[in-house]
């Protein structure tokens, strides 16, 4: 008797510590607001396949308001600055590891623009540079120019911006302040 106990204490245990690993199964995006709203604007699928981890990212499109800009249509978060969705134009293996999250940051890629902003503003571009936390895995916004992606890097096995290519803001500067990918609460 005491042996079933067991097993089944340890099958628990196992179940409540994969349901809380933040690269398995399906969890929220949301962005953090200053102005306190928590936006969640898709999901991201963690699947095991090869040993290794991939991911797949699904935004939820009535959460984006489409914009014709630069002659591109893009899908944008509004609030009192529009956050415009880029996708990263070029193929890439799309895996994540602890170590290593590089490819999902490249796959939330944003940039900025106010209203009165003529066009797609691509030099105010924003990568959320993307940590593992208890919570999840939470993202800072940093400044990127989305120009260099305008053609393919040298090396497509890697991803394209490295932390040479990232500048912080000034706390309270964007109107997004984080992204979090973490369990439905």
């Excluded at 409540?16 to 398995?24: E, K, R």
């Excluded at 600055?81 to 170590?99: D, F, G, T, W």
């Amino acid at each position: 008797m005491k042996i079933w106990w067991r097993a089944l204490a340890a099958l628990a245990i196992s179940a409540s510590v994969a349901g809380a690993d933040p690269l398995a199964g399906t969890k929220d995006i949301v962005l953090q607001t200053r102005d306190g709203q928590n936006i969640t604007i898709g999901a991201v699928v963690f699947t095991p396949r090869d040993g290794k981890i991939h991911f797949d990212i699904q935004l939820d499109r009535a959460k984006f308001t489409e914009y014709f800009l630069s002659m591109v249509e893009f899908k944008c978060v509004e609030g009192p600055e529009l956050n415009c969705h880029v996708p990263y134009p070029y193929a890439n293996p799309r895996i994540v590891s602890a170590e290593d999250l590089s490819w999902l940051e490249h796959g939330l890629l944003f940039f900025t623009k106010s209203r009165a902003d003529y066009g797609a503003q691509l030099a105010k571009g924003v990568i959320y540079t993307m940590k593992l936390s208890e919570g999840g895995i939470v993202g800072a916004p940093q400044s990127i120019d989305l120009n260099m992606i305008a053609t393919p890097p040298d090396d497509r096995t890697k991803a394209a911006f490295t932390s040479a290519d990232r500048y912080d803001f000034q706390p309270g500067e964007r109107w997004v302040q984080s992204l979090t990918i973490a369990e439905h609460r």
